[in-house]
């Protein structure tokens, strides 16, 4: 696990345990809350907002008569404010089964980050389970009586919503473009 990332004037040096690696460039693929944790001399970032979301596993017994003939992964509605499910089997080689997984997604995304956050906490689990049956049900009528099990997270999204910038790139000084004090490659 990398515990320190050090821009130099020629490269980035990038810690691990005892090893020491050396790149151009590094993309800082995780939380970008933590880079100022990791990466030398990096000022905090404050312009960075973490949208609520809810997922949800629903177990099902047996497909919806809808569902169609083959497996579709990834699925969204139209007109649905919830990202859809994918379907957790999706690469199974088994020719049979008896049982599914439909992991289902909702970005709360129509106020303001705090706000939708209150809702997410606020609201229980037998809220989030209709909120999730009704809006399957627009699609797949005999869902209720298909879904055996709903396990209902809620969390916040890893990838925050830059304010004004793109994704975290970190250059050696020399090869790098910055916004402020902060090293990002806008898009």
Not at 12 to 20: A, C, D, K, L, Y
Not at 95 to 114: I, K, N
Request: glycine share 6%.
């Amino acid at each position: 696990m990398v515990h320190k990332i050090s821009p130099t004037k020629r490269d980035v040096r990038i810690f691990s345990g005892e090893t020491e690696y050396r790149a151009q460039f590094v993309i800082f693929a995780a939380p970008t809350f933590l880079a100022p944790y990791l990466v030398q001399d990096m000022a905090r970032l404050n312009d960075f907002e973490y949208s609520p979301w809810l997922t949800a596993n629903l177990t099902l017994e047996h497909l919806p008569d809808s569902y169609g003939g083959d497996p579709t992964w990834d699925n969204v509605f139209m007109g649905s404010p919830t990202l859809g499910y994918v379907d957790a089997t999706h690469q199974t080689l088994r020719t049979h089964f008896d049982r599914t997984v439909w992991t289902f997604y909702w970005a709360l995304a129509e106020g303001t980050p705090a706000q939708n956050r209150k809702q997410l906490l606020d609201r229980d689990w037998n809220y989030w389970k209709e909120a999730i049956l009704r809006d399957l049900e627009r699609v797949h009528r005999d869902i209720r009586q298909c879904v055996s099990r709903i396990d209902i997270m809620r969390m916040g999204h890893a990838n925050g919503s830059p304010q004004g910038r793109g994704n975290l790139f970190i250059r050696a000084p020399s090869l790098i473009k910055t916004a402020g004090s902060h090293p990002v490659c806008k898009f």
